[in-house]
């Protein structure tokens, strides 16, 4: 083929124009730290990740871009970006994290400079149009808006080989809309946006073929792809269908046969992917079945061409943005030792991976992967290789992620590339738009054609640009971090390589000892250079702190990797000498290796540098961190006599100890030297310092590590030595004598005295410790045997040491001997010795320390040593009660150790546990028992006096049987009402039933008792107990004069006046002595005149008390009392009062005058509820006080009762005001319903469903509801739905339909509501036949009583009440009818007018009949038309 004039100029324009400049940027820039830039969100979550995968080689081809003209920009990953912020100086020094993730950067985005260039000169100069789509394979394809198709090398160069096609092709066919290369990159299809396809030959630039009818016209080709077989291809176009290519060519002719796969009305496909297997796999069997995955709008499709068209699987989306675009991708991944593909889809935020491997049946067998959650809506979804995806999404962010671990690796801004999207293509726009809405909105973000993937390199295209992507190798990743100075995050990313935890490696092959040693190589490197550039960059003034900051972030992280690598030369040779060139530094480095020492990973320091170690801790006064250091160090490495001299010096005892026992195999001279410091103060008696004890314990610690065959501080001694090792801290210990002292001056023993003197009790631990190794061991129990009679000889008889130390040393002697395999040999006088000193009565210091150590002695087995007649006597002459229980319980003498816990002072209070326990537990014999019960009712005197409650739930616990016995052994009053008021009180739980014999009579005698002892009590006790008899009970009360309680009494047995009698009488008292009170003040001087006030208002407070009582009395019970009985009460009461008040009036005494004037008021007020006014008044008009006096003296009685009376008047307007109105409102209501017509709903019978006039000549009767159902009479009574009867002839009916709805038939209701199927008014209407003089028709209507709910309860009061009266009007004994009657009206009406007092007497005819009816029930009226 020709090549076109527009082919010709455009390529020698190509020629003649120079590569587009493009402003580089300085990598130096990098270097500058963007203070004011803070971290992102991605960088920090990156720096907590924390994933291991396992290594796996990349082998993959890749383009060589190292030598080619593109433009490469540098890209570090937001894990390893530092915002540069100065708060790292706060840090005292930076360490290693090991699972800190660093990943660099991972990509290497290039831009083909060449490509952009000619791209952006082709559409200027010779209208070539914007680029559209692009394809990678051996050659770099461009499609453009103008029709034509640019092909370019991939060589250094990337010059245009190919121009193909021309304007007027594109004028015809439309923008290039797809592009795809064949596997061996022979053929090119190209796609356009009218629907087009062409074939061309990429050797030679000719027009093979030109496909115009494989798919319907006018929608556009979104995609076209080869397949792995060159004679077959697939297309999708923008009707969502997808079609198969078949080339044919036969006779030099070329043809292709197109077959519909999908059809876009079965649902739309936006994207297709056919499987093509990479050169290494094209013989896998899954390439046999040519598959091809297809992504609609709802669901993916996995489909095979061959042998024939088969569906292998469907998978619908979840749900997702509509907007969201479908992405597929396929990738050879290798899966358990086997490479099979994976396909990769998503819709939306969700990457979903689908493994598809060939059964050996020949099947093919799909399965689900972990799925990819992310928070972005993905465009665009590509392979780099087998482990790694790159990700655009929407924002046009790119994402390197590792699949296996699901992390992000690297995130870029793609924006500057200007990505092109087929959003044209999507629409149809060159062919009239005629695609779905649906189709057209996932367009708006579709770039299929944009972005290319091949051998792990993916090309995207812009709208003046081409860039690819690319992984860089493992080198190059470290070098990135490195030119950005960033050498720690290299140094962490190097050792991932090294231990194989690194994601996207690319660049390392061979086994794993041969990798490890090629990056352990590069971090030796980067070793040098990060010291090289700390010492460089390290401030040359300033403050000491901020140089000292700046090596504590080096030199920790130099020693860590050198440690890590095995490569401690490193640090003591070239880093070292590197380092301590500067003073800083060197510090710095000296006091870093602390913590690797501890830590044991650096156990061997070379002689200088632990020369320099020795002097820069002792010159810095750093002597706890050199002990740490000297103990966990090789000793070989050590100057023995320079460390030992300075750990005396400085008190490093530790070290000291380390070093004799590890360097000279010297156990004792450490002991002794301690011995020299604690020992002369013990001996004299001095307290010792805190330095002092804290060596004291040293020295135990030491004794007893060398003992048990353990090093001191820290590791084992030697297995050749433990023996050794035992018997000389042994033969040390038993010395007579120390080296170093004058005999005559020094006591035997120095040795155990003196960690006897320090720490008695530790030292006898460490003792018993060491003897439980003692097993046919002759020397070591010899050892024993000495240190044992040392330790008797040195404590018994010795007033240096307290009880509490003797007891301690025969605590131990005890539990030694009572070990069944026991060697040891102790005089048993010694016992006796000892049991004599702790015993002794005439020593009353430390009585309590002396009885515990004794006990403690006896519970380990001291016991088998000592007479116990003997131990018991002298332990109840010295009053050890514990021990005296100790030996009681060993003899099951129960009922003694009750004596000792009675004579214990201290432990009195836990004798009823004691007992409760004893008595309620299993395990004692009843004989036992019955011991300990005797012993508790003989001294059950005692035990009341000592805790009354307590003592009273022992005896109903345990007693209940005895409490008659109990009370005689209690004589005194006061102690018996104590004790029965605790044992009769309510008790809840298990014994809160429980019944005690005679219990009448207790509760009797308790309320006897509680009338001298405890009146305040009394009336509460009556009210909750039941179990007295009331007549004793009043019996008791009177006895004693409790009035109140009398009363409560009286009340209770229906005695209301006698109570009332009572009550009054103690007013009366109390009413007399404040009269009499007032009279002597009368008299009496001004000097008695505050005390006489005092009592005169402690007098008023009684009378108000009393008063109070007997109003409530009153008010209780007037309700059930006729009104006689109520005169009877408020009548003496009120005349008491006003008796009181004449006598006190008389006295000129206003103040108690005025408040028994009030008190009257407080009587009128209370009585006027239950006493008419009238009454009340005439029975003080008729009192001889009042009667033969003024009208003046009650004025203010009168008054105050007519003020009462306006009150109640008042409200009682208000009152009949509020019920006028709501029983107009009800009685509205109530004619509006009565009156309302009634429509049926039908014109037939819903029962027997036949027409209401059945017969015209028969007279039946019809029943129609207010719900509009209509019924004969008859069927209504064959279906039994009457309920009730209004009169002797009329029955009361519900709607059958309406109530078998409601679930069930009609019937009595205990509370009738409203509703459809319940009318207010039943009309029954009967047929006669016509008759000459007759009526036409004849009705009879009647309404039936229907019931109401009232809400408003009256009150009755009395025999007399309206209700009552009404009760009896209406239903006379000799009729049952409830209807109303004019009779019956007039009689009520008659009733009402007769309450002249009431509110009744306003009340007009009508309200009285609504009334009647609220208060008897109903409402029945009998109207005739």
């Known amino acids: 083929m020709s090549e076109s004039p527009d082919a010709r100029s455009l390529l020698s324009a190509s020629s003649q124009l120079n590569l587009m400049e493009m402003d580089a940027i300085d990598d130096k820039e990098f270097d500058i730290p963007q203070v004011d830039t803070p971290p992102t969100l991605e960088s920090i979550l990156n720096e907590l990740e924390d994933e291991e995968e396992p290594f796996v080689l990349e082998d993959t081809c890749m383009l060589n871009t190292d030598n080619m003209d593109a433009h490469s920009c540098d890209t570090s990953s937001l894990a390893s970006s530092d915002s540069g912020d100065p708060a790292h100086l706060k840090r005292k020094r930076r360490t290693v994290d090991l699972n800190a993730t660093v990943h660099g950067s991972v990509l290497r985005h290039s831009l083909l400079k060449g490509i952009s260039a000619q791209i952006v000169s082709a559409a200027d100069k010779v209208d070539a149009g914007l680029p559209t789509a692009i394809t990678v394979s051996g050659v770099i394809a461009v499609g453009t808006s103008h029709g034509l198709a640019l092909v370019f090398g991939k060589d250094t160069n990337q010059a245009l080989r190919l121009c193909l096609g021309t304007k007027a092709t594109g004028a015809e066919f439309g923008a290039v809309s797809a592009l795809s290369i064949n596997h061996d990159c022979s053929r090119l299809l190209c796609g356009f946006a009218k629907g087009q396809i062409t074939m061309w030959d990429l050797a030679s630039g000719k027009l093979l073929r030109t496909i115009t009818d494989a798919h319907p016209p006018g929608t556009a080709i979104l995609h ?140 093919i067998h799909v399965i689900k992967q972990k799925q990819l959650h992310l928070s972005c809506d993905i465009i665009s979804l590509s392979w780099i290789n087998s482990r790694t995806l790159v990700l655009v999404d929407s924002h046009e962010k790119l994402q390197v992620v590792d699949r296996p671990s699901q992390e992000v690796l690297e995130t870029l801004d793609l924006e500057q590339v200007q990505l092109v999207y087929n959003s044209r293509h999507f629409k149809s726009l060159a062919t009239g738009g005629n695609v779905s809405q649906a189709l057209a909105l996932v367009g708006e973000k579709a770039c299929y054609q944009s972005v290319s993937s091949y051998a792990g390199q993916i090309v995207y295209l812009g709208t003046k640009s081409a860039h690819i992507m690319a992984l860089r190798n493992w080198r190059e990743r470290i070098d990135c971090l490195l030119k950005q100075e960033h050498f720690v995050e290299a140094l962490s990313l190097a050792w991932s390589f090294h231990e194989g935890t690194a994601k996207a490696v690319v660049g390392l092959f061979g086994d794993p000892l041969k990798r490890k040693g090629v990056v352990g190589d590069k971090m030796v490197e980067i070793l040098f250079q990060f010291a090289e550039h700390a010492l460089k960059k390290c401030p040359d003034q300033g403050k000491i702190q901020v140089m000292e900051q700046h090596f504590h972030d080096v030199v920790p992280v130099l020693v860590d990797y050198c440690l890590l690598l095995k490569r401690a030369d490193l640090i003591f040779n070239q880093l070292y000498a590197q380092l301590v060139e500067n003073m800083v530094a060197k510090g710095v480095f000296l006091e870093s290796l602390e913590s690797y020492i501890v830590a044991d990973r650096l156990g061997h320091l070379t002689t200088p540098i632990m020369r320099d170690l020795l002097a820069h801790y002792h010159g810095n006064g750093m002597m706890d961190s050199l002990e740490r250091c000297i103990v966990h160090l090789d000793v070989t490495s050590l100057d023995i006599q320079q460390v030992v001299q300075v750990c005396w010096e400085n008190q490093l005892y530790d070290a000291m100890i380390y070093v004799f026992n590890s360097g000279m195999n010297d156990y004792i001279t450490p002991m002794e030297k301690l011995f020299a410091v604690i020992g002369p103060q013990l001996r004299a008696g001095r307290s010792l310092k805190d330095e002092e004890v804290v060596m004291g314990n040293k020295l135990l610690v030491y004794i007893s590590c060398c003992l048990a065959g353990r090093a001191y501080p820290l590791g084992d001694i030697p297995e050749d030595l433990v023996v050794q090792v035992k018997y000389q801290v042994f033969e040390f210990l038993i010395r007579l004598h ?86 040891l040999f102790v005089n048993r006088k010694l016992f006796d010795q000892v049991l004599e000193f702790l015993c002794c009565p005439d020593d009353d210091s430390r009585h309590t320390e002396r009885q515990q150590v004794l006990l403690e002695l006896l519970q380990v087995g001291g016991v088998v040593q000592f007479n116990e007649g003997r131990l018991l006597a002298l332990a ?55 011991m300990v019960r005797d012993k508790v009712l003989q001294h059950i005197k005692e035990l009341v006096t000592l805790d009354p ?114 009550l009054l009488e103690t007013l009366k ?176 019978c819903n029962i027997c469903l036949q027409q209401y006039k059945r017969r015209q000549d028969s007279a039946e009767e019809i029943i129609v509801f207010s719900c509009g159902h209509l019924y004969h009479h008859q069927c209504l009574q064959q279906k039994d739905s009457g309920w009730g009867f209004t009169s002797e002839l009329q029955q009361r009916w519900s709607c059958y339909k309406c109530s078998s709805s409601q679930g069930g038939r009609g019937g009595p209701s205990t509370e009738p509501k409203r509703g459809r199927g319940t009318s207010l008014a039943q009309t029954r209407v009967t047929s ?25 309860t009256v009150k009755t009061a009395g025999p007399s009440s309206p209700s009552s009266t009404i009760h009896n009007i209406l239903n006379p004994s000799e009729n049952n009818s409830r209807s109303f009657t004019v009779d019956k009206c007039s009689s009520i009406f008659s009733f009402f007018q007769t309450k002249n007092d009431t509110i009744y007497s306003n009340l007009d005819l009508l309200e009285i009949i609504m009334f009647c009816c609220f208060h008897s029930g109903f409402l029945s009226y009998n109207l005739k038309s």
């Open 1069 to 1244: 008292e109390k009413l007399s002595l404040l009269t009499a009170e007032s009279d002597r003040g009368a008299d009496g001087g001004e000097g008695r005149q505050d005390e006489e006030e005092r009592d005169s208002e402690s007098k008023l407070t009684g009378v108000k008390d009393s008063l109070n009582d007997i109003i409530v009395l009153c008010h209780r019970n007037s309700d059930s009392l006729y009104q006689q009985q109520r005169e009877a009460l408020w009548f003496p009461l009120l005349e008491t009062m006003m008796a009181s008040q004449k006598l006190v009036k008389g006295l000129n005494d206003e103040h108690t005058f005025e408040v028994l004037k009030e008190l009257t008021m407080k009587v009128l007020n209370c009585m006027s509820t239950f006493i008419s006014l009238p009454a009340i008044i005439q029975r003080i008009l008729k009192d001889p006080v009042y009667g033969k006096g003024k009208l003046a003296e009650i004025q203010g009685l009168i008054l105050g009762m007519l003020d009462t009376f306006n009150y109640e008047q008042t409200l009682l307007e208000t009152t009949t005001s509020l019920l006028n109105h709501d029983l107009h409102w009800s009685l509205a209501h109530l004619r509006a319903a009565v009156t309302r017509g009634l429509h049926p709903r039908q014109d037939y």
């Open 949 to 1062: 409650s307590k003592s009273a739930d022992l005896v109903v616990f345990h007693f209940a049987k005895e409490v008659q016995q109990i009370i005689c052994e209690l004589q005194d009053d006061q102690l018996l009402f104590q004790f029965l008021s605790c044992l009769l009180e309510p008790r809840e739980g298990h014994h809160s039933g429980t019944i005690l014999p005679q219990e009448r009579d207790l509760h009797e005698l308790l309320l006897d008792l509680l009338c001298r002892f405890g009146p305040n009590q009394l009336l509460s006790f009556l009210q909750t107990s039941q179990h007295y008899r009331l007549e004793e009970a009043i019996q008791i009360t009177q006895k004693y004069h409790r009035n109140e309680a009398t009363a409560y009494l009286l009340e209770k047995k229906g005695d209301v006046h006698g109570a009332f009698t009572v």
């Open 224 to 363: 076209v792809k080869f397949t792995d077989d060159p004679t077959l291809a697939v297309c999708n176009d923008s009707g969502g269908s997808v079609f198969e290519l078949a080339f044919r060519r036969v006779m030099g002719m070329r043809s292709c046969d197109s077959r519909c796969l999908f059809s876009g009305s079965k649902g739309e496909v936006c994207c297709i992917e056919p499987l093509r297997a990479p050169p290494d796999f094209r013989d896998h069997p899954i390439t046999q079945y040519s598959l091809l995955a297809m992504a609609s709008l709802t669901k993916i499709l996995v489909i095979g061409l061959k042998p024939s068209l088969k569906v292998w699987m469907t998978f619908p989306y979840s749900k997702s943005d509509p907007a969201s675009v479908p992405q597929l991708a396929w990738q050879f991944v290798p899966v358990q030792k086997m490479v099979n593909p994976i396909l990769a889809f998503c819709k939306g935020d969700t990457v979903h991976f689908l493994l598809v491997k060939k059964e050996e049946t020949g099947t």
């Open 1328 to 1352: 006669v036949s016509h008759d000459a003089g007759a009526e036409a028709h004849r009705k009879k209507v009647r309404f039936y009583s229907t019931k109401y709910t009232n809400d408003t």
């Open 738 to 823: 120390s080296a170093d002292s004058l005999e005559e001056e020094e006591e035997v023993f120095p040795f155990i005295r003196t960690l006897l003197h320090f720490d008695t009790r530790e030292f006898l631990n460490v003792l018993a410790m060491t003897f439980e190794d003692f097993k046919n061991d002759k020397q070591a129990l010899e050892y024993q045997q000495r240190i044992v009679d040392i330790l008797l000889q040195v404590m018994v008889d010795n007033p240096d040491f307290t009880p509490s130390q003797v007891g301690g040393l025969f605590t131990f002697l005890a539990r030694q001997l009572a070990k069944p395999d026991n060697t």
């Open 876 to 930: 109840e002459k010295a009053k050890f009660y514990q021990i005296c229980e100790f030996l009681y319980e060993k003899k099951h003498l129960y009922d003694r150790i009750i004596d000792c816990y009675l004579r214990d002072p201290l432990r009195k209070g836990e004798i009823f546990s004691y007992i409760h326990n004893l008595l309620a537990m299993p395990g004692y014999s009843p004989e036992e028992k019955q």
